[in-house]
Protein backbone atom coordinates (compact mmCIF):
# COMPACT_ATOMS: atom_id res chain seq x y z
CA UNK A 1 0.00 0.00 0.00
CA UNK A 2 0.96 3.85 0.40
CA UNK A 3 1.25 6.38 3.07
CA UNK A 4 2.56 9.33 3.82
CA UNK A 5 3.30 11.19 6.86
CA UNK A 6 4.18 15.14 7.55
CA UNK A 7 3.50 17.51 9.71
CA UNK A 8 -0.29 18.82 10.74
CA UNK A 9 0.99 22.47 11.58
CA UNK A 10 3.77 24.64 11.33
CA UNK A 11 4.55 28.10 12.41
CA UNK A 12 6.81 30.98 10.57
CA UNK A 13 6.99 34.25 10.82
CA UNK A 14 7.03 36.40 7.93
CA UNK A 15 9.60 36.91 5.56
CA UNK A 16 11.18 33.44 6.96
CA UNK A 17 11.75 29.84 5.35
CA UNK A 18 9.86 26.95 6.73
CA UNK A 19 10.69 23.61 5.81
CA UNK A 20 7.81 21.05 5.65
CA UNK A 21 8.73 17.58 5.68
CA UNK A 22 7.18 14.19 4.43
CA UNK A 23 7.90 11.01 4.24
CA UNK A 24 6.47 8.24 2.20
CA UNK A 25 5.94 4.55 2.01
CA UNK A 26 4.67 3.12 -1.58
CA UNK A 27 4.57 -0.02 -3.43
CA UNK A 28 6.44 1.88 -6.90
CA UNK A 29 7.09 5.19 -7.27
CA UNK A 30 7.20 7.18 -10.06
CA UNK A 31 7.36 10.78 -7.81
CA UNK A 32 6.51 13.29 -4.84
CA UNK A 33 4.39 16.18 -6.03
CA UNK A 34 3.53 19.19 -3.55
CA UNK A 35 0.58 21.32 -3.57
CA UNK A 36 -0.90 24.08 -2.06
CA UNK A 37 -4.76 24.72 -1.07
CA UNK A 38 -5.86 27.39 0.61
CA UNK A 39 -9.48 27.85 2.92
CA UNK A 40 -12.33 26.87 0.58
CA UNK A 41 -10.14 26.37 -2.62
CA UNK A 42 -8.87 23.09 -4.50
CA UNK A 43 -5.61 22.05 -4.20
CA UNK A 44 -3.08 23.74 -6.96
CA UNK A 45 0.18 21.74 -7.91
CA UNK A 46 3.56 23.35 -6.74
CA UNK A 47 6.36 20.92 -7.44
CA UNK A 48 7.63 17.72 -8.56
CA UNK A 49 10.20 15.16 -7.73
CA UNK A 50 10.98 12.07 -9.51
CA UNK A 51 14.38 11.88 -8.75
CA UNK A 52 16.89 12.33 -6.41
CA UNK A 53 17.79 16.32 -5.44
CA UNK A 54 16.54 19.90 -5.29
CA UNK A 55 13.76 21.30 -7.64
CA UNK A 56 13.73 25.00 -7.54
CA UNK A 57 10.65 27.26 -8.54
CA UNK A 58 10.85 30.76 -7.70
CA UNK A 59 10.40 31.07 -3.50
CA UNK A 60 9.59 27.36 -3.76
CA UNK A 61 11.90 24.40 -3.63
CA UNK A 62 11.35 20.77 -3.24
CA UNK A 63 13.53 17.69 -2.48
CA UNK A 64 14.03 13.93 -2.63
CA UNK A 65 15.83 11.07 -1.37
CA UNK A 66 14.29 8.06 -2.61
CA UNK A 67 16.88 5.82 -0.71
CA UNK A 68 15.46 7.78 2.37
CA UNK A 69 11.70 7.83 1.29
CA UNK A 70 12.08 11.29 2.01
CA UNK A 71 11.00 14.44 0.76
CA UNK A 72 10.40 18.44 1.97
CA UNK A 73 9.02 21.45 0.41
CA UNK A 74 11.12 25.15 1.00
CA UNK A 75 9.32 28.13 1.30
CA UNK A 76 11.41 31.15 0.71
CA UNK A 77 10.64 34.65 1.72
CA UNK A 78 7.63 33.97 3.61
CA UNK A 79 4.35 35.82 2.54
CA UNK A 80 1.10 36.56 4.38
CA UNK A 81 -0.56 34.47 1.27
CA UNK A 82 1.20 31.82 1.65
CA UNK A 83 -0.71 30.74 4.71
CA UNK A 84 -2.57 27.42 3.61
CA UNK A 85 -2.29 23.82 3.48
CA UNK A 86 0.47 21.98 1.41
CA UNK A 87 -0.02 18.57 0.83
CA UNK A 88 2.66 16.22 -0.40
CA UNK A 89 1.78 13.09 -3.00
CA UNK A 90 3.10 10.02 -4.65
CA UNK A 91 2.54 8.80 -7.83
CA UNK A 92 2.92 5.46 -8.14
CA UNK A 93 2.06 1.76 -9.79
CA UNK A 94 -0.86 2.20 -12.38
CA UNK A 95 -0.69 6.32 -12.00
CA UNK A 96 -2.63 5.77 -8.32
CA UNK A 97 -2.10 9.31 -6.50
CA UNK A 98 -1.82 9.24 -3.30
CA UNK A 99 -2.25 12.58 -0.77
CA UNK A 100 -0.72 12.72 2.59
CA UNK A 101 -2.98 14.32 5.62
CA UNK A 102 -1.55 18.09 4.99
CA UNK A 103 0.24 20.35 6.62
CA UNK A 104 -1.46 23.76 7.83
CA UNK A 105 1.37 26.68 7.74
CA UNK A 106 0.59 29.10 9.89
CA UNK A 107 2.75 32.36 9.31
CA UNK A 108 2.99 35.45 12.25
CA UNK A 109 3.59 39.14 11.03
CA UNK B 1 -11.25 28.62 -21.41
CA UNK B 2 -9.65 25.43 -20.58
CA UNK B 3 -10.55 23.87 -17.24
CA UNK B 4 -12.40 21.30 -14.92
CA UNK B 5 -15.92 22.07 -13.74
CA UNK B 6 -17.81 20.84 -10.74
CA UNK B 7 -21.33 21.07 -9.93
CA UNK B 8 -23.25 21.93 -8.06
CA UNK B 9 -21.00 23.73 -5.60
CA UNK B 10 -22.98 22.74 -2.65
CA UNK B 11 -25.16 19.94 -2.73
CA UNK B 12 -27.97 18.49 0.16
CA UNK B 13 -29.49 14.91 0.28
CA UNK B 14 -31.44 13.21 2.82
CA UNK B 15 -30.12 10.01 4.15
CA UNK B 16 -31.25 7.14 1.49
CA UNK B 17 -30.54 8.35 -1.32
CA UNK B 18 -28.33 8.18 -3.99
CA UNK B 19 -26.64 11.63 -5.55
CA UNK B 20 -24.30 11.85 -8.68
CA UNK B 21 -21.76 14.64 -8.23
CA UNK B 22 -20.85 15.72 -12.13
CA UNK B 23 -17.19 16.39 -12.69
CA UNK B 24 -16.32 17.62 -17.06
CA UNK B 25 -13.35 18.53 -18.44
CA UNK B 26 -12.04 20.47 -21.56
CA UNK B 27 -8.38 20.15 -21.15
CA UNK B 28 -8.65 16.72 -23.66
CA UNK B 29 -7.07 14.99 -20.23
CA UNK B 30 -6.78 11.13 -20.13
CA UNK B 31 -6.81 10.41 -16.39
CA UNK B 32 -9.36 11.64 -13.95
CA UNK B 33 -9.31 11.13 -9.98
CA UNK B 34 -12.20 11.76 -7.65
CA UNK B 35 -11.08 12.75 -4.13
CA UNK B 36 -12.61 12.52 -0.81
CA UNK B 37 -11.46 15.33 1.67
CA UNK B 38 -12.50 15.26 5.29
CA UNK B 39 -11.02 18.07 8.38
CA UNK B 40 -7.65 17.00 9.36
CA UNK B 41 -7.78 14.00 6.71
CA UNK B 42 -6.43 15.06 3.46
CA UNK B 43 -7.29 13.68 0.21
CA UNK B 44 -8.78 10.06 -0.08
CA UNK B 45 -8.72 8.32 -3.48
CA UNK B 46 -12.29 7.04 -4.14
CA UNK B 47 -11.93 5.98 -7.72
CA UNK B 48 -9.80 6.88 -11.09
CA UNK B 49 -9.69 6.21 -14.34
CA UNK B 50 -6.52 6.17 -17.04
CA UNK B 51 -9.01 6.16 -19.85
CA UNK B 52 -11.83 5.86 -21.16
CA UNK B 53 -14.24 3.33 -20.37
CA UNK B 54 -11.72 1.70 -17.62
CA UNK B 55 -11.60 3.20 -13.73
CA UNK B 56 -9.94 1.68 -10.70
CA UNK B 57 -10.76 1.65 -6.99
CA UNK B 58 -8.75 4.10 -4.80
CA UNK B 59 -8.12 3.54 -0.90
CA UNK B 60 -11.91 4.36 -0.01
CA UNK B 61 -14.45 3.02 -2.94
CA UNK B 62 -16.83 1.35 -0.91
CA UNK B 63 -20.42 2.96 -0.95
CA UNK B 64 -19.47 4.91 -4.04
CA UNK B 65 -19.55 3.92 -8.07
CA UNK B 66 -18.26 5.93 -11.14
CA UNK B 67 -17.94 5.70 -14.83
CA UNK B 68 -15.90 6.92 -17.47
CA UNK B 69 -18.23 6.40 -20.96
CA UNK B 70 -16.68 9.81 -21.94
CA UNK B 71 -13.46 11.18 -22.16
CA UNK B 72 -14.04 14.85 -20.73
CA UNK B 73 -16.54 12.84 -18.06
CA UNK B 74 -16.06 11.15 -14.72
CA UNK B 75 -19.77 11.29 -12.97
CA UNK B 76 -19.33 9.88 -9.22
CA UNK B 77 -22.73 8.60 -7.52
CA UNK B 78 -22.29 8.42 -3.53
CA UNK B 79 -24.83 4.90 -2.92
CA UNK B 80 -27.06 4.95 0.22
CA UNK B 81 -24.55 2.38 1.06
CA UNK B 82 -21.38 5.34 1.98
CA UNK B 83 -21.92 5.06 5.76
CA UNK B 84 -20.78 8.89 6.09
CA UNK B 85 -21.32 10.65 2.88
CA UNK B 86 -20.88 14.40 4.16
CA UNK B 87 -17.75 15.79 2.44
CA UNK B 88 -15.85 18.15 0.16
CA UNK B 89 -15.47 15.75 -2.74
CA UNK B 90 -12.72 17.15 -5.14
CA UNK B 91 -12.50 15.83 -9.08
CA UNK B 92 -8.94 16.19 -10.84
CA UNK B 93 -7.02 15.33 -14.06
CA UNK B 94 -4.18 15.30 -15.88
CA UNK B 95 -3.06 14.39 -19.28
CA UNK B 96 -2.04 11.08 -18.96
CA UNK B 97 -0.05 8.18 -17.34
CA UNK B 98 3.43 9.92 -18.32
CA UNK B 99 2.25 13.63 -16.29
CA UNK B 100 2.26 14.46 -12.93
CA UNK B 101 0.51 17.43 -12.51
CA UNK B 102 -2.98 17.00 -11.63
CA UNK B 103 -5.83 19.98 -12.24
CA UNK B 104 -8.90 20.33 -9.65
CA UNK B 105 -12.09 21.51 -10.39
CA UNK B 106 -13.49 23.63 -7.34
CA UNK B 107 -14.89 20.52 -5.46
CA UNK B 108 -18.66 19.91 -4.49
CA UNK B 109 -19.54 20.22 -0.99
CA UNK B 110 -22.11 17.28 -0.02
CA UNK B 111 -24.08 17.59 3.35
CA UNK B 112 -26.39 14.45 4.10
CA UNK B 113 -28.92 14.68 6.33
Known amino acids: GQSLEQPSEVTAVEGAIVQINCTYQ??????LSWYQQHDGGAPTFLSY????GLEETGRFSSFLSRSDSYGYLLLQELQMKDSASYFC??????????FGKGTRLHILP | DGGITQSPKYLFRKEGQNVTLSCEQN?????MYWYRQDPGQGLRLIYY???????QKGDIAEGYSVSREKKESFPLTVTSAQKNPTAFYLC????????????FGPGTRLTVT
Open chain 2, 27 to 31: LNHDA
Open chain 1, 89 to 98: AVRGRDDKII
Open chain 1, 26 to 31: TSGFYG
Open chain 2, 92 to 103: ASKTGTSAYEQY
Open chain 1, 49 to 52: NALD
Open chain 2, 49 to 55: SQIVNDF
